[in-house]
């Protein structure tokens, strides 16, 4: 390299650190509400104390699919307002901005016509106010569709339950019913919600009404209209009497309330001094409690993982370039593949950080639930495509790690939509060592092969595509899968026995034919029987890149395909979408297994060497 041409490493080295110290700087707003340090405030939500920033997030992910929103001026705006907006006005008629907001994802066209909604391609999203007057109409499809096992209701029926379940979470919201943000008082009580408290002095209003009109001998049936009129008033005005009565056992719900209404009332002044005082019951919590919390929403505001999944795309622009570039496969001192090596490498760090942060928010193992192992494939496929990188430097490493890594971390930023990634486990899956042993070895098993499958993709393409696929290369790409589907074969063993044991300890049954089990075994036997062709001399190079392809396949129908049949004890994270992702992918490496399958006379590398 040149003088300049070793700048472009460095260069790139700088972007990256840029890059993310303009992420990290927190959103300025103009209006004055201190919206971040809102976000901040502890809640119980899901059985967890969390920032209530993540409330919002989840909330609007899982009615949206989105953490920002735009507002009626069609500003973006973040999750905690649109929370803000919910809880500050509630179900109140009339000027209610929350109402306005198109946040409700509605793509089912025949649920579109139900509710009288114009089609809206590119968005699918809408507002209360827009369906508001269908809503009676809805309630009865949805009434009829409750009484319908849900393993028998067709596409329609199903989207009419999600979007039910949508709207109950809004009105648990805007109810104050959800989350609870009344921290513990002094005398031990548990963390209670507004809206419970509110329902206690309604119930005692009620009481101490009845009790009166008893007392005084009067009966609702002989009132006349004034005296109704009366009963009422005095109702509302032992709603106010308990509610005060209430409020001062728990101060914490006042500041809140009045802190609602002083952001009810665009008085920024206000509702940042009363932020201030309710932050003060909150901070009554254990500072290690604490430093999880306000940590959590930083890292929420932060979105590391977002941002990872953008700089593999670059990594795999400038390998790529790199490679188009080469003269020869001998490219590791090439500019670009060293740069798209070095982001690589700053990328992998901050993906490591973040697992290691929600390591630390959760106090569990990097993999706990479908989201969380998608988040750790993606950073072992990552690992293993830099290891690939560093002992044979052609740039194909990093093309393995940027692909997989995108790939593997779209699906999680999917996956996310299911609410609270950092969810409570259950019982069986809590603080046991067998399981956090055999799920890490388990699904970096499933990182090998999905690995070795990748490459044997870049063979089929390489070769068949491009003539690109000189002796040299074939050769290279070949050691890989070789060595990565041996790396392959005893993780996955090794986890499937870890599995078993702590199966033996939770369940009480080391193998019980399940699923989950029986797609490890299958990943098992189809990486031996890749290893087996291979010394059989059944396969050469070629024939063991098709059966590695057929291996993404395999991995595919253990860690996601298995879940959708919604049978077994490993059965979770089931998702339509993530079915006809499956499929769709099936049929991508069926059709590569065919072309790869095709005669070497039709392959532009094998025509390129020919003709030298």
């Keep these: 390299m040149n003088g300049k041409s070793r700048l472009v490493p460095w260069i790139v080295g700088s972007l990256f650190a840029v890059y993310l110290f303009v992420a990290m700087m927190p959103q300025s707003r103009s209006d004055h509400f201190q919206l971040q340090e809102f976000g901040k405030t502890p809640v119980l939500d899901g059985g967890r104390i969390k920032p209530i920033d993540t409330v919002a997030r989840n909330s609007l992910m899982i009615i949206s699919n989105h953490q920002d929103f735009k507002d009626t001026a069609g500003e973006t705006q973040p999750a905690i307002k649109w929370l803000l907006d919910v809880m500050a006005y509630g179900n109140r008629e009339g000027e209610n901005p929350a109402y306005q907001y198109k946040v409700f994802r509605i793509e089912n066209l025949q649920l579109l016509d139900l509710l009288g909604l114009p089609r809206r391609p590119g968005s699918y999203r809408y507002a209360i106010d827009e369906f508001a007057k269908k809503i009676d109409v809805f309630e009865r499809q949805a009434q009829r569709v409750k009484k319908i096992t849900e393993k028998k209701r067709d596409v329609f029926e199903t989207k009419v339950m999600e979007l ?153 622009l400038l390998a790529v370039a790199g490679l188009w570039t080469s003269v020869g496969w001998n490219a590791g001192a090439q500019p670009l593949n060293k740069a798209a090596l070095w982001l690589a490498l700053l990328t992998l760090l901050l993906h490591t950080w973040a697992l290691g942060a929600r390591m630390w928010l959760q106090g569990r193992p990097p993999v706990t639930n479908l989201y969380s192992s998608a988040v750790w494939i993606s950073w072992g496929c990552v690992v293993v495509g830099l290891v690939l990188e560093s002992i044979y430097r052609v740039g194909i490493g990093s093309i393995v790690a940027s692909v997989l890594g995108f790939v593997s971390m779209l699906l999680a930023i999917h996956l996310a939509g299911g609410g609270d990634t950092l969810e409570m486990m259950r019982a069986v899956l809590d603080d046991n060592f067998w399981l956090a042993t055999h799920v890490t070895v388990v699904t970096f098993g499933y990182v090998a092969t999905l690995v070795a499958g990748f490459l044997g993709v870049l063979y089929v393409f390489l070769g068949v595509v491009t003539p690109a696929l000189d002796r040299h290369l074939s050769k290279v790409l070949s050691q890989m899968i070789y060595a990565v589907v041996c790396f392959a074969t005893l993780l996955s063993f090794t986890g499937t026995v870890l599995g078993g044991i702590w199966a033996d300890q939770s369940w009480g049954r080391f193998w019980g034919w399940d699923p989950k089990e029986n797609g490890a075994l299958i990943i098992v036997i189809w990486n031996a029987l890749i290893l087996h062709a291979r010394w059989g001399g059944l396969v050469k190079q070629r024939g063991m890149a098709v059966l590695a392809i057929v291996g993404i396949m395999v991995t595919g129908w253990s860690w996601i395909g298995t879940n959708q049949l919604g049978v077994g004890l490993h059965a979770y994270g089931f998702n339509n979408t993530l079915a006809v992702v499956l499929v769709a992918g099936w049929a991508v490496c069926l059709l590569l297994v065919g072309i790869g399958m095709l005669p070497l006379r039709l392959w532009a590398s094998f025509s390129a060497q020919n003709r030298t």
Aim: aromatic residues 14%; proline residues 4%; contains cysteine.
């Design 164 to 316: 039910k379940q949508h709207l109950e979470l809004y009105m648990g919201i805007a109810s104050l019913a959800l989350p609870e943000t009344i921290p513990p008082s002094a005398d031990g009580s548990a963390w209670k919600s507004v809206y419970e408290i509110n329902e206690t002095a309604s119930q005692t209003a009620a009481i101490r009404v009845r009790e009166e009109a008893e007392r005084t001998g009067q009966k609702l049936e002989s009132m006349d209209k004034a005296a109704k009129e009366k009963l009422i008033a005095a109702f509302y005005a032992e709603i106010e009497k308990a509610r005060g009565e209430l409020y001062a056992v728990f101060p914490a719900a006042r500041s809140f309330s009045e802190m609602l209404g002083a952001y009810r009332n665009g008085d920024a002044e206000a509702f940042n001094k009363e932020l201030a005082e309710y932050q003060k019951f909150g901070d009554q919590l254990p500072s290690s409690q604490l430093s999880r919390i306000h940590f959590e929403a930083f890292f929420n505001g932060f979105e590391p993982f977002y941002h990872c999944s953008i700089l593999y795309v670059f990594v795999f």
